[in-house]
């Protein structure tokens, strides 16, 4: 595969592709793998340049070619193929700018440069994916492990040893390449000295690669019985090469400084695979391959014993044979290869070659298995004395063991190991052997837990205790053997250890010092531990610099254990305790230590494992930096001052003038290491808190500047970088989530608002083609780390965090309304000599070497396109078309990482919303093969391809979202173009049924399936709310469901709303994110759009047995998620499934039929949910619902006797509820809101004041409501010796009226006040229970309507502006005549017992009464008008009462009362008499009302209200009136107890007048009535009179009669 090399390690590699697609791209590409490079190995020649030109290519083209060919030096086909997939894979300008770079002879020579670098990277993924192939088929970690496997044995059984084969031929290949010589070509100027060194040092790193793999298939290679010859050819090929320390002979003149790495790494490699050739491993010499007796064999011994020596790689491979060969020769030949070993100083040069090695590379995984294999034979067959280097030997222990699977092995092996016995013979020597042991214990313990809890145990129990003989008194030792002492008496040691009288001591080192072994055990965590509180205890000790070391060391070995195995008891006090100490004395000091410093700090990162609170309290107090104004706002971190402490002082005193930073890199390890241990911890607060300001003092100060600082080693500046935007990243992704994070909101603010965020951008500013350059400098491509050789941060890893960050910052710079400086530097636009920082984030996009560097920018991208204010279409600017092309290409790929097209899709959907002139770009255009972004899309979701591979369900989620959003922005041509497509339905409608299958059984599937239901719920609502009989294709997709699997579908999404947890962080978010990130909620509120949009669309799709099944399950899961425990996103469920059952009887009740078991179901959900009513522990809008529906089935469904008995235990539950939920809901309501203790100052406000109620009262207020309506549907069915006695237990009574009196002194809450006036005038209908209402109504009401005076209008000046010139309410005005005509009913069932409140309230009224009786004549709007009605209506009961009510309010107010009556009936005969009058009247007030002018005022309703009212009046006056029968009967009584209503007078009354009442008025009053009867029997169909004015002139003229005739 000619220039897809790439794309083939790509898709091979990628451990997220599935199974089936990786085994099908090996399969596809075996050959390429096969032939490798061995595929360029073609030169230049004639027929291959006359096939070339035979092609329809153009001269520019052709010519470009054939000088591609000559710079390669190799063939022009190949050229030609390279050239074309450059083109498809890496060329992203338009075809005329390719023309035009062709055309033009410096854009071609450049241009050439470019398709050089592509060849050589071409080269190099060549040998990157047969390296990953032969080294992951034998790793059982890794998920393509059994893919691999099969297709490398598949290999070896083309022909035995084939793999080594090819390698070897490759490595030919690569050794005998020479450079390409141009002396007498036009293209010698291309040339030059970089242009040869770049070519020489990626030969080397080629025939790197090719070495690397040949080692790791020999290593696991299973067939042994070539390696005899396979060890002899390659010691012949090697020892002519790079084992003589040269470089091949064809490189030799090129070889330059830069490359000599390159070739020390060659000769190790080559030393690796001949020493892994001897097969070391084997732990036995007989019957060792090496030692089967072949002619081979004595050419290998002949050849090691006389030609090899003379160079220092000679001796590792000298060494081996030794090891291979002892046992079955003779010793002298074993002797002279060991002399040979040792004088070329063999221990030095391994200890150079691990030094050397990566440890994150499997073949230097393998490497150092090698070397150790040889080490612990080397340990095991000869003494130790005899290797005369133990410090070095010791080094090299110390790098193996460092190495997770050696120490797993040393450790597993234990006692056999022979390097685990040369560990433990150190710790016998300790402490007096203290560097060499505790740097073997500190490399073991870094390596895994395992082998740190395994030190742990080892220095517990330490077995002798090992000093210098003289440290003791002679006179206090015996000498009882030649090389034995024993102690007379104790000695103390250290702390409280001792060595007691009688301890044995063996003596060691005649010469020189000798020491003394004493056989006592020992804790050496307790020699440690006092060693540091020595050193606090005489801090002049600290400025020593052995002390230093010492400290050192120490600290060293407890940051490795202590990390992953803490100790305990007094020790880990004494440590605890002196580190701190230490570490404030060590900074203070003239010149600081800065490596025992940063030692300390190690160690403190340890602890911070498992105390991090007590670590940050301690470094918080004299060594990290401090806020110095406190009292300013810490959000603010530009504004506050931060002293920079003993860590800024190290930082610009001592580490800048050294140009070395460990003490910085040791405290941001610290920081991170803290951040996260503390993350599910109680004292996360507090660690933060503590941290705020050292955190903003590294990102304000040390990330800004740190890259014009001074360094020894550069490596540690990228370090500073990359652990900078590590800090930020961990501080942004490990907020509190339960509590206002300071931590994070000052790191935000201070990135926004300083010039730290310009850092990061400067970070990514670089482009991916300088990327590209960089991971092949790296021949490491092992993404697993962040770092690479030496410790350097890999430049993908730091790329993707700095992404990672800008990312998040942007999600959280949407809080901020200004405008901050990280965007004001993204929104300006690149010039001439810069892109604009999204071309650049873009052309991430591209990569291909990394596939989360790929998605975290474009995620980046979405953030952008969202967050930002600015477009991303202007932004990209010529790149746009080129950037629609490669996602569009790589959308439409098979091979394509499923994750980076949902994040695309992702973007996409977002510009729907956010960026639609990217979006029209996307939609606009065509791709690869003419194919648009629609046909791509349905092409990927089709029906065959869904949860497969191919589409996997997330991928189907995003797609489904995009189609989704695309519906919802009303873009009806693209949505037009789906529409029209069979296909595309059905690959909508497809998930409904797929997921009811075996895909559905996964419990961690749960959040997929319900996002997928919302989004095909959805879409199916948008398009059956279009009713457009036309869709053909998408009803005939719909009608493939049968009912059955509709029901299914139902059943399935109810056991999923069931099923589907709640957020796991929901604990910790509050109410609001925590309904905002439910899927359930999104689920429900789907299912209910396409439930609601179904009906409205009058659709068939649910036949009569579905819909009962869907009314039935609704219902079902509404009790079930009432059952249990009720978090904030169940209460927001409960009430979604009340308003939607409520909301399906409404529209479906025809069809159902079990209303009694509804009804039950209902009760016992309103039982459930509050708690019989005790506390109103739910939502408010779900008691709504369910009382709702159950007032429904009541009142339409449950009238027949039979029905209201079989369901009167669960309507007397729903009583009990009621009952006392309305006072529970009062007393909620009351807490939000402040009720007045007392009536009276608020009565004396002319115009009171009126209450908002807050948010969490709106709720409430609805469900008192419902529950008032419920109340009175309850009284209308149930008998009464039910419900009264429930009214009277449950203080229903006093609550409403105390609530009631608040609302109406306040004028809020209309609605409940007319259900409750409404229930009071239900009550006072009957004697039982009025008795219950009279007494509260006079005491919370009487005063209580006088408020509501400045709400009707008694001025005639307009309908709608009262006496106080403010806007009235005539629907308050109607609450103050409802509560007067409750008095009127009470009045007439209570008789005498109610005269006393009836006549309070006429007495508290009578001004109100006299005032609208006085403008009658004025004003005659109808709210007037009725209460005036209501008021005679109630003196009318009054004077039924006359002694009574005169002794009560007194005989003057009575007669003022009957004499405003009289002039009320006046006023109406005079307003009946002159029709055009109320016509005038009528239309000045509508007039000042309405802008618009009256085109017809109707007069009737005003002359029915009058005839009402003169009605009423006329009542009083026969009340004040002789009785008829008394009359009649000639029954004598007292003619002057009768005070006279009219005066003698015969005219008719006029308006305004100011003459009292006569007969004239009562002739007039006659004459209208007769008149108007006359007009409605003559012409009934033509006449004006309603029939309530025909019974109103009935009952007026026998009124009218009777006190005429009287």
């Known amino acids: 595969m000619i220039g897809h090399n790439l794309n083939l390690w790509r898709n091979v590699t990628l451990s997220g592709l599935p199974k089936e697609l990786v085994d099908y791209n090996l399969k596809e590409a075996k050959d390429s793998i096969v032939e490798g490079i061995l595929a360029y190995d073609k030169h230049r020649n004639a027929d291959s340049e006359k096939e070339v030109k035979s092609t329809k290519w153009g001269e520019n083209q052709l010519q470009f070619i054939m000088e591609l060919s000559e710079l390669l030096g190799i063939d022009q086909l190949l050229c030609q193929k390279l050239f074309m997939a450059w083109l498809t894979n890496e060329y992203r300008d338009t075809s005329e700018h390719l023309t035009t770079c062709l055309s033009d002879e410096r854009s071609r020579y450049s241009l050439l440069e470019r398709l050089v670098t592509f060849y050589y990277a071409d080269r190099m993924y060549s040998h990157f994916t047969l390296r990953h192939l032969v080294s992951e088929s034998h790793n059982p970690q890794h998920p393509l492990q059994p893919v691999y496997a099969e297709f490398v044995e598949s290999l070896e059984e083309k022909a035995a040893g084939h793999i080594y084969t090819l390698l070897v031929s490759q490595y030919n290949l690569l050794v005998n390449?020479?450079?390409?010589?141009?002396?007498?070509?036009?293209?010698?100027?291309?040339?030059?000295?970089?242009?040869?060194?770049?070519?020489?040092?990626?030969?080397?790193?080629?025939?790197?690669?090719?070495?690397?793999?040949?080692?790791?298939?020999?290593?696991?290679?299973?067939?042994?019985?070539?390696?005899?010859?396979?060890?002899?050819?390659?010691?012949?090929e090697f020892k002519a090469r790079a084992l003589t320390g040269q470089p091949p002979t064809a490189l030799k003149h090129l070889i330059d400084d830069v490359h000599r790495p390159l070739v020390a790494r060659l000769e190790h490699l080559q030393v690796l695979v001949l020493l892994t050739l001897m097969r070391l491993n084997s732990h036995s010499s007989a019957g060792h391959v090496m030692n089967e007796k072949t002619p081979t064999l004595k050419k290998l011994d002949s050849l090691f014993e006389s030609r090899l020596g003379d160079f220092p790689s000679h001796g590792p491979l000298v060494l081996g044979w030794a090891v291979v060969r002892c046992g079955q020769v003779h010793a002298d030949y074993i002797s002279r290869l060991g002399d040979v070993a040792l004088g070329s100083n063999v221990f030095a040069y391994i200890l150079q070659l691990l030094d050397d090695l990566e440890p994150q590379e499997t073949s230097n995984q393998l490497s150092v298995q090698v070397i150790y294999h040889l080490i612990a034979r080397v340990l095991q067959l000869f003494d130790e004395s005899a290797l005369d280097d133990s410090a070095t030997l010791t080094g090299i222990i110390c790098q193996l063991v460092k190495h997770e699977s050696v120490a797993n092995l040393v450790i597993q092996r234990g006692g056999a190991d022979s390097i685990y016995r040369y560990i433990l013979t150190a710790i016998n020597t300790f402490p007096l052997n203290f560097y060499s042991s505790l740097s073997m214990l500190t490399s073991l313990a870094r390596s895994s837990k395992q082998a740190a809890i395994h030190v742990v145990r080892l220095l517990v129990d330490v077995p002798t205790f090992t000093e210098y003989l003289d440290t003791n008194s002679q006179t206090n030792l015996q000498f009882i053997r030649e090389n034995q002492v024993e102690l007379l008496e104790a000695r103390p040691l250290f702390g409280s250890m001792q060595l007691p009288s009688g301890c044995v001591g063996e003596i060691h080192g005649s010469e020189g010092l000798p020491s003394v072994q004493w056989r006592h055990p020992f804790n050496a965590w307790d020699l440690l531990a006092c060693e540091l509180a020595t050193v606090c205890s005489q801090p002049y000790l600290m400025a020593d610099s052995k002390v230093q070391e010492r400290i050192m060391a120490n600290t060293n070995l407890m940051a490795a254990t202590f990390k992953h195995a803490p100790i305990s008891g007094p020790p880990a006090e004494i440590i605890h305790d002196s580190l701190y100490r230490i570490l404030l004395g060590l900074a203070s000091l003239e010149t600081p230590p800065l490596d025992t410093i940063a030692s300390c700090l190690d160690l403190a990162a340890s602890l911070s494992v498992f105390t991090p609170a007590t670590v940050v309290e301690n470094l918080s107090t004299g060594f990290f930096p401090f806020l110095l104004n406190l009292a300013n706002d810490l959000f603010r971190p530009s504004e506050a001052e931060i002293e920079k402490s003993l860590l800024g002082q190290i930082l610009y005193s001592t580490e800048c003038t050294q140009s070395r930073y460990p003490v910085l890199i040791s405290t941001m390890k610290l920081i991170y290491s803290t951040l996260h241990s503390s993350q599910h911890s109680n004292s996360q607060q507090i660690v933060r808190q503590r941290l705020l300001p050292v955190a903003v003092y590294m990102i304000r100060t040390v990330l800004p500047s740190h890259l014009n600082w001074r360094y020894r080693d550069v490596v540690e500046r990228d370090i500073i970088g990359e652990m900078c935007i590590e800090l930020i990243h961990v501080v942004l992704n490990t907020a509190c989530t339960n509590r206002k994070d300071s931590l994070s909101e000052a790191c935000v603010r201070t990135l926004l608002h300083t010039n730290s965020s310009h850092s990061i951008l400067d970070m990514i500013s670089f482009g991916t083609e300088v990327l590209d350059l960089v991971?092949?400098?790296?021949?490491?491509?092992?993404?697993?780390?962040?770092?690479?050789?030496?410790?350097?941060?890999?430049?993908?890893?730091?790329?993707?965090?700095?992404?990672?960050?800008?990312?998040?910052?942007?999600?959280?710079?949407?809080?901020?309304?200004?405008?901050?400086?990280?965007?004001?530097?993204?929104?300006?636009?690149?010039?001439?000599?810069?892109?604009?920082?999204?071309?650049?984030?873009?052309?991430?996009?591209?990569?291909?070497?990394?596939?989360?560097?790929?998605?975290?920018?474009?995620?980046?991208?979405?953030?952008?396109?969202?967050?930002?204010?600015?477009?991303?279409?202007?932004?990209?600017?010529?790149?746009?078309?080129?950037?629609?092309?490669?996602?569009?290409?790589?959308?439409?790929?098979?091979?394509?990482?499923?994750?980076?097209?949902?994040?695309?899709?992702?973007?996409?959907?977002?510009?729907?919303?956010?960026?639609?002139?990217?979006?029209?770009?996307?939609?606009?255009?065509?791709?690869?093969?003419?194919?648009?972004?629609?046909?791509?899309?349905?092409?990927?979701?089709?029906?065959?391809?869904?949860?497969?591979?191919?589409?996997?369900?997330?991928?189907?989620?995003?797609?489904?979202?995009?189609?989704?959003?695309?519906?919802?922005?009303?873009?009806?041509?693209?949505?037009?173009?789906?529409?029209?497509?069979?296909?595309?339905?059905?690959?909508?409608?497809?998930?409904?049924?797929?997921?009811?299958?075996?895909?559905?059984?996964?419990?961690?599937?749960?959040?997929?399936?319900?996002?997928?239901?919302?989004?095909?719920?959805?879409?199916?609502?948008?398009?059956?709310?279009?009713?457009?009989?036309?869709?053909?294709?998408?009803?005939?997709?719909?009608?493939?469901?049968?009912?059955?699997?509709?029901?299914?579908?139902?059943?399935?999404?109810?056991?999923?709303?069931?099923?589907?947890?709640?957020?796991?962080?929901?604990?910790?978010?509050?109410?609001?994110?925590?309904?905002?990130?439910?899927?359930?909620?999104?689920?429900?509120?789907?299912?209910?759009?396409?439930?609601?949009?179904?009906?409205?669309?009058?659709?068939?799709?649910?036949?009569?047995?579905?819909?009962?099944?869907?009314?039935?399950?609704?219902?079902?899961?509404?009790?079930?998620?009432?059952?249990?425990?009720?978090?904030?996103?169940?209460?927001?469920?409960?009430?979604?499934?009340?308003?939607?059952?409520f909301e399906l009887l409404t529209q479906w009740s025809s069809h159902f039929t079990d209303w009694a078991s509804s009804y039950h179901k209902l009760a016992q959900a309103l039982h459930a949910s509050t708690n019989d009513g005790a506390d109103i522990h739910i939502l408010p809008p779900t008691l709504v619902g369910i009382l709702a529906s159950l007032q429904l089935i009541c009142s339409q469904k449950l009238q027949a006797k039979s029905s209201i008995d079989s369901t009167l235990d669960s309507t007397q539950t729903i009583l009990s509820c009621v009952c006392n939920l309305i006072p529970a809901c009062n007393m909620k309501l009351s807490s939000l809101s402040s009720i007045p203790s007392t009536d009276t100052p608020s009565l004396l406000l002319s115009s009171p004041p009126k209450e908002v109620p807050c948010a969490d009262a709106l709720p409430l207020q609805q469900l008192r409501v419902v529950l008032l309506s419920c109340l009175f549907e309850l009284i209308?069915?149930?008998?009464?010796?039910?419900?009264?006695?429930?009214?009277?237990?449950?203080?229903?009574?006093?609550?409403?009226?105390?609530?009631?009196?608040?609302?109406?002194?306040?004028?809020?809450?209309?609605?409940?006040?007319?259900?409750?006036?409404?229930?009071?005038?239900?009550?006072?209908?009957?004697?039982?229970?009025?008795?219950?209402?009279?007494?509260?109504?006079?005491?919370?009401?009487?005063?209580?309507?006088?408020?509501?005076?400045?709400?009707?209008?008694?001025?005639?000046?307009?309908?709608?502006?009262?006496?106080?010139?403010?806007?009235?309410?005539?629907?308050?005005?109607?609450?103050?005549?409802?509560?007067?005509?409750?008095?009127?009913?009470?009045?007439?069932?209570?008789?005498?017992?109610?005269?006393?409140?009836?006549?309070?309230?006429?007495?508290?009224?009578?001004?109100?009464?006299?005032?609208?009786?006085?403008?009658?004549?004025?004003?005659?709007?109808?709210?007037?008008?009725?209460?005036?009605?209501?008021?005679?209506?109630?003196?009318?009961?009054?004077?039924?009462?006359?002694?009574?009510?005169?002794?009560?309010?007194?005989?003057?107010?009575v007669r003022r009362l009957l004499a405003a009556s009289c002039y009320v009936s006046q006023d109406c005969v005079a307003l009946l008499n002159r029709p055009r009058a109320i016509q005038l009247m009528l239309f000045k007030e509508s007039k000042q009302n309405n802008s618009q002018k009256p085109h017809f005022i109707d007069i009737s309703q005003t002359r029915q209200r009058i005839l009402e009212l003169l009605a009423e009046s006329c009542t009083i006056m026969k009340s004040f009136t002789p009785d008829l029968f008394l009359l009649l009967h000639d029954v004598t009584f007292d003619v002057m107890s009768f005070e006279p209503l009219v005066v003698y007078g015969f005219t008719s009354p006029a308006l305004e007048s100011l003459t009292p009442p006569s007969f004239g008025t009562l002739i007039s009053m006659m004459t209208i009535c007769i008149s108007l009867l006359t007009k409605s029997e003559r012409s009934p169909s033509r006449c004006q009179v309603s029939d309530d004015e025909v019974d109103s002139i009935k009952y007026l003229l026998y009124t009218l009669l009777y006190s005429v005739y009287v």
């Not at 810069?834 to 990394?850: K, L, P, V």
């Open 1276 to 1453: 209308e069915k149930l008998p009464e010796s039910l419900w009264i006695s429930k009214l009277h237990e449950s203080f229903v009574i006093q609550s409403l009226f105390t609530t009631v009196a608040h609302c109406v002194k306040t004028q809020t809450d209309l609605m409940y006040v007319e259900s409750c006036v409404s229930l009071f005038t239900k009550l006072s209908f009957r004697l039982s229970t009025s008795k219950l209402i009279a007494q509260p109504l006079s005491e919370h009401l009487t005063l209580a309507a006088t408020v509501l005076y400045p709400s009707a209008s008694i001025s005639g000046s307009g309908g709608d502006i009262d006496l106080g010139g403010r806007k009235s309410d005539h629907s308050w005005h109607k609450i103050l005549s409802q509560i007067t005509d409750i008095y009127s009913l009470l009045l007439n069932n209570l008789a005498h017992s109610f005269v006393v409140e009836a006549a309070c309230y006429v007495s508290v009224h009578s001004e109100r009464i006299l005032s609208l009786s006085e403008t009658l004549t004025v004003s005659i709007q109808s709210e007037n008008l009725l209460e005036l009605k209501s008021y005679m209506h109630l003196i009318g009961c009054l004077s039924k009462h006359q002694p009574q009510w005169m002794s009560e309010s007194g005989r003057g107010r």
């Open 775 to 1141: 991971i092949l400098e790296q021949y490491s491509l092992q993404v697993a780390s962040c770092m690479t050789k030496k410790g350097k941060p890999s430049a993908v890893y730091k790329l993707t965090l700095c992404l990672s960050v800008l990312k998040r910052l942007l999600m959280l710079a949407q809080d901020t309304k200004e405008t901050t400086s990280l965007e004001s530097c993204l929104s300006t636009q690149g010039n001439a000599s810069q892109c604009h920082i999204a071309r650049i984030i873009s052309s991430y996009t591209y990569h291909r070497h990394h596939t989360r560097l790929a998605v975290i920018s474009t995620q980046l991208l979405n953030v952008i396109a969202q967050e930002s204010r600015m477009s991303l279409l202007s932004s990209f600017g010529e790149d746009a078309h080129s950037i629609r092309s490669g996602f569009l290409r790589r959308l439409a790929l098979r091979s394509e990482d499923p994750q980076f097209k949902v994040v695309l899709i992702e973007l996409l959907t977002t510009c729907v919303a956010h960026q639609p002139g990217l979006l029209e770009l996307f939609l606009s255009g065509k791709a690869m093969q003419a194919t648009s972004l629609l046909d791509i899309t349905q092409e990927m979701i089709s029906v065959n391809k869904q949860f497969t591979h191919l589409c996997p369900g997330h991928l189907l989620l995003a797609a489904f979202n995009f189609v989704l959003a695309l519906w919802t922005s009303g873009r009806q041509r693209v949505t037009q173009q789906l529409s029209d497509n069979k296909a595309f339905w059905e690959a909508v409608v497809s998930p409904l049924t797929k997921m009811l299958g075996p895909m559905g059984t996964t419990s961690d599937t749960h959040p997929l399936k319900a996002k997928l239901y919302c989004n095909v719920l959805q879409l199916l609502a948008y398009q059956l709310y279009q009713r457009d009989s036309s869709l053909n294709e998408f009803h005939s997709a719909l009608e493939n469901v049968t009912q059955s699997q509709w029901q299914e579908i139902c059943t399935f999404l109810h056991k999923e709303l069931k099923a589907i947890s709640n957020p796991p962080d929901e604990s910790t978010l509050p109410a609001d994110k925590a309904m905002r990130y439910s899927s359930a909620v999104h689920l429900l509120d789907s299912y209910r759009m396409f439930i609601s949009t179904m009906w409205l669309a009058e659709s068939s799709l649910f036949k009569q047995e579905t819909r009962l099944s869907v009314m039935n399950q609704v219902l079902d899961t509404l009790s079930h998620t009432l059952s249990g425990e009720l978090t904030p996103v169940d209460q927001r469920l409960a009430s979604m499934l009340s308003s939607l059952y």
């Open 177 to 236: 390449t020479e450079p390409v010589e141009l002396y007498n070509s036009p293209l010698r100027h291309i040339q030059t000295k970089e242009f040869t060194n770049s070519w020489c040092y990626k030969v080397l790193k080629e025939q790197i690669l090719v070495l690397e793999t040949l080692l790791i298939h020999l290593y696991h290679t299973t067939d042994r019985s070539s390696s005899q010859p396979h060890l002899d050819d390659l010691l012949i």
